[in-house]
Structure formats: structure tokens, C-alpha cells
């Protein structure tokens, strides 16, 4: 279902930045499971440049009864830009769920208008990918834009219309990224740096997909998974300080 938008990430990413790899725990990078009634099978890649010191995407492929693809992109500590956050789920071709944002850092009005605001265009272009549909998970203003596409749809939708504001959203993240001026200040720089760990521990303590993760590759590797590889600043709650 959504091996076109892998793809169509990977080449995006390397015709335009010098990707290094980043390690990935080999137990961690590649699982496969045959738990339920399908195989699943769970592979992650994870790169970094000068331009983002993260980048990390994962797919799950389950056959028919599952399909999807997360990613979150981190920006090097000298760029404020929002992270970029993907997340889409299908389940048996019937539940198909699409997530798609810039994710602020900051929530104050200056960093709103300079950062989230040159979304709006692109999320009126989109009206049926955004259904305001209730968070059960996560604080809506905390770490997501007003400009966040969230639908319900249909497979025939995934491969069109959203596949289409998946690309238009990278470009203009893209652009946003050419626009920006690094931030030369050790405090401001410092400022980004715990903003990112900060997101990685909310996102670690809130993540539904950690049950997901467990019912297929069981909880110990999926406790793994979440804080040693998708959320690795964060700390299990058991931990954190």
C-alpha cells in the first residue's frame, strides 16, 4: 500500500542531501513475526547530513491484514524547523489512516507564523485529508500544527490524493529548509537540542504503536524498538527523571 511513498522518500532524500547511514541495532533494523494470521515483516532505515541529524523510516508489511509507514524527520540543532511526521496505517484494506504534519517545537506565536503558517495553503488544497478527527493519544496542541492532515479514507484515495499531498508537503519542506538561516548562538542552538529530546520522551510515553510493536514482535523488542531506535532521547517512564 504505501511502498510508492517509501520510494518516492528514499529518492527525494538522495538526490538532494549527502546521506550518511546511521547505525541501527541489527536486531532492531530488520523482524519478522509470524504471530496473528499473516507474517509480519518490520524493516527500518535511518540516515543523517549536515541538514538533519535524523532521518528514520520504518515499514511494517503484514500482507492484506496490515500495512504501514512512519517516519519523522529531525532537523540538525542549527535549524528551528518543525519535524516532519508521517504516519500511515491500513488494516485489512478497510481502516486507513493517514497522518502528515509539520510538528512545532515551539507553540509560541513568532515560531507559529515563521514555521506552521506557509502550511495553510497546502492543507486548503487538501480539505478531504482533513477531517479533524479526535487525538485519543497525544495533547492536539502540543507537537502538532493546526495545518495537520488526519483522515479516515478509502485505498483508492491513499494511492491518489494522498500521495499527492505527501509530495507536496516534502517539497515545501524542502523549500522551507533551503529558506532557513542556521542559528550560530550556543544557547539557541542548545534551545533546539532539548526541544528534540523533549519531543522524542512525550512521543515515547504516548505512542500507540508500542501495542502494535508488542502483539507482533512481543514487548520486550518492542520496548527496544521504542526507545532505542525510534525515540532514542527519551527514557522508559520507569527511568525518567
Not at 48 to 71: L, V
Not at 206 to 214: E, I, T
Not at 224 to 235: G, H, R, V
Request: hydrophobic letters at 35%.
Amino acid at each position: 500500500m504505501y511502498k510508492p511513498f517509501l520510494e518516492h522518500l528514499e529518492q527525494s532524500l538522495f538526490q538532494r542531501f549527502d546521506l550518511q547511514s546511521r547505525p541501527i541495532p541489527a536486531e532492531l533494523e530488520t523482524q519478522v513475526s509470524d504471530r496473528g494470521r499473516s507474517p509480519a515483516t518490520i524493516r527500518s532505515w535511518c540516515y543523517q547530513c549536515p541538514e538533519f541529524r535524523k532521518i528514520r523510516y520504518t515499514y511494517i508489511d503484514a500482507g492484506a491484514s496490515a500495512q504501514i509507514f512512519n517516519s519523522v524527520i529531525y532537523p540538525s540543532p542549527q535549524y528551528e524547523l518543525p519535524l516532519l511526521g508521517i504516519d500511515f496505517l491500513s488494516f485489512g484494506q478497510v481502516k486507513n489512516l493517514i497522518v502528515m504534519d509539520f510538528q512545532p517545537l515551539f507553540q509560541d506565536q513568532a515560531y507559529l507564523t515563521k514555521y506552521i503558517h506557509p502550511l495553510k495553503a497546502l492543507h486548503d488544497r487538501y480539505p478531504d485529508l482533513a477531517q479533524n478527527l479526535e487525538m485519543k493519544f497525544y495533547d492536539a496542541n502540543q507537537y502538532f500544527s493546526k495545518y495537520l492532515l488526519f483522515a479516515k479514507t478509502d485505498p483508492e484515495t491513499v494511492k491518489t490524493r494522498v500521495l499527492e499531498a505527501f509530495k507536496d508537503y516534502l517539497n515545501l519542506y524542502w523549500q522551507m529548509l533551503d529558506e532557513a538561516t542556521p542559528l550560530n548562538d550556543p544557547s539557541d542552538i542548545q534551545r533546539i537540542v532539548k526541544a528534540q529530546k523533549d519531543y522524542d520522551q512525550y512521543s515515547a510515553d504516548r505512542d500507540p504503536a508500542s501495542g502494535l510493536f508488542s502483539s507482533y514482535f512481543g514487548h520486550e523488542w518492542s520496548e527496544k524498538f521504542l526507545y532505542e531506535f525510534l525515540f532514542e532521547d527519551a527514557k522508559p517512564l520507569a527511568v525518567s527523571v
